[in-house]
């Protein structure tokens, strides 16, 4: 590929990311994670209903009546139902009025998630600010797998630690010197990282994601720092993004993928 063509496919890829921050349902819509454990009495502030983690553990126990206003697929809702885990904000079966009660389950704690399109952080966002689009930050790069998962223990951006699941390593070369990064691993075989450099919490976010997509069957794949994007914390404090694992912040600026967000 041309680097004027990968330059316009960035360019392409810089509008989606700015629409998808955006949408209604979005990562700026969210504004407020609420964890069950937190909760004695199951009540989350300004959201009708009672939710409780279910007695045997595997969901969260909503109860609610008919003057709460909660709609469940759609359609009012008033008794109990057990909730399991949402994919996302987009399949969150609860809502009260336009807000979706997102439920999910980290590490066996479970919590409620509150995306409403009325967030302040909609009305705010005026883009992404990234640096200029670099050909020579797109690196060939190969996956050394672990000879099994491992689980590393990293603070999270709430303040608490947690266990993050680490598939094993993604080599590149710079400037003559090889370096690698702890990666994960989604269902799929598609990688990501964590990761922070020079510019952290300088010119860019305090750390960002990188995303390299799957290795083929050699364990190659292209690491492209243009598309370093900022994690979803740096669109919303109440989501718990995991901070570099130890050996992920690169000893050299990276001044190549997204930076900050912008406001009016």
Same mark, same amino acid.
Request: charged share 25%.
């Given at each position: 590929?041309?680097?004027?063509?990968?330059?316009q496919?960035?360019?392409?890829?810089?509008?989606?990311?700015?629409?998808?921050?955006?949408a209604?349902?979005g990562?700026?819509?969210l504004t407020?994670?609420h964890?069950?454990?937190?909760?004695?009495?199951? !009540?989350i502030?300004?959201?009708? +209903?009672?939710?409780?983690?279910?007695p *045997? %553990?595997?969901?969260?126990l /909503?109860?609610? $009546?008919a003057?709460?206003?909660l709609?469940l697929d759609?359609?009012p809702f008033?008794?109990?139902t057990?909730?399991?885990?949402?994919?996302?904000p987009?399949?969150?079966?609860?809502?009260h009025?336009?807000r979706?009660?997102l439920?999910?389950?980290?590490?066996?704690?479970?919590?409620v998630?509150?995306f409403d399109p009325?967030a302040?952080g909609?009305r705010?966002?005026a883009g992404?600010?990234?640096?200029?689009y670099?050909?020579?930050?797109?690196?060939?790069g190969?996956?050394?797998p672990?000879?099994r998962?491992?689980t590393?223990?990293?603070?999270?951006?709430d303040?608490?630690? !947690?266990?993050?699941?680490?598939? +094993?390593e993604l080599a590149?070369?710079k *400037? %003559?010197?090889?370096?690698? /990064?702890?990666? $994960?691993a989604?269902a799929?075989?598609?990688?990501w990282?964590v990761?922070?450099?020079?510019?952290s919490?300088?010119?860019s976010?305090?750390?960002r994601?990188?995303?390299p997509?799957?290795?083929?069957a050699?364990g190659?794949l292209?690491?492209?720092?243009?598309?370093a994007?900022?994690?979803?914390c740096?669109f919303?404090?109440?989501?718990?993004c995991?901070?570099?694992?130890?050996?992920?912040r690169?000893?050299?600026?990276?001044?190549?993928?997204?930076?900050?967000?912008?406001?009016?």
């Amino acid at each position: 590929m041309s680097t004027s063509d990968a330059r316009q496919r960035w360019k392409e890829w810089r509008e989606e990311r700015a629409e998808a921050a955006s949408a209604p349902y979005g990562p700026l819509a969210l504004t407020g994670t609420h964890w069950l454990s937190e909760l004695p009495e199951g !009540r989350i502030p300004d959201t009708p +209903g009672r939710w409780t983690e279910a007695p *045997d %553990g595997t969901g969260v126990l /909503l109860t609610a $009546s008919a003057g709460d206003g909660l709609t469940l697929d759609g359609r009012p809702f008033e008794g109990a139902t057990v909730l399991t885990a949402d994919a996302g904000p987009g399949s969150a079966r609860v809502a009260h009025g336009e807000r979706k009660l997102l439920v999910l389950c980290r590490e066996g704690q479970w919590a409620v998630r509150v995306f409403d399109p009325a967030a302040p952080g909609r009305r705010e966002f005026a883009g992404i600010d990234a640096f200029a689009y670099d050909a020579s930050w797109v690196l060939p790069g190969v996956f050394r797998p672990y000879d099994r998962d491992r689980t590393v223990a990293v603070e999270n951006a709430d303040g608490r630690t !947690r266990g993050l699941g680490v598939a +094993g390593e993604l080599a590149f070369v710079k *400037d %003559g010197e090889e370096y690698a /990064l702890r990666v $994960s691993a989604e269902a799929d075989g598609s990688l990501w990282a964590v990761i922070a450099d020079g510019t952290s919490g300088v010119s860019s976010y305090r750390f960002r994601f990188l995303k390299p997509g799957v290795p083929d069957a050699e364990g190659r794949l292209t690491v492209d720092f243009n598309r370093a994007l900022l994690p979803p914390c740096a669109f919303a404090e109440h989501f718990i993004c995991p901070f570099p694992p130890p050996g992920n912040r690169l000893p050299f600026d990276v001044p190549a993928g997204e930076r900050n967000l912008l406001a009016r």
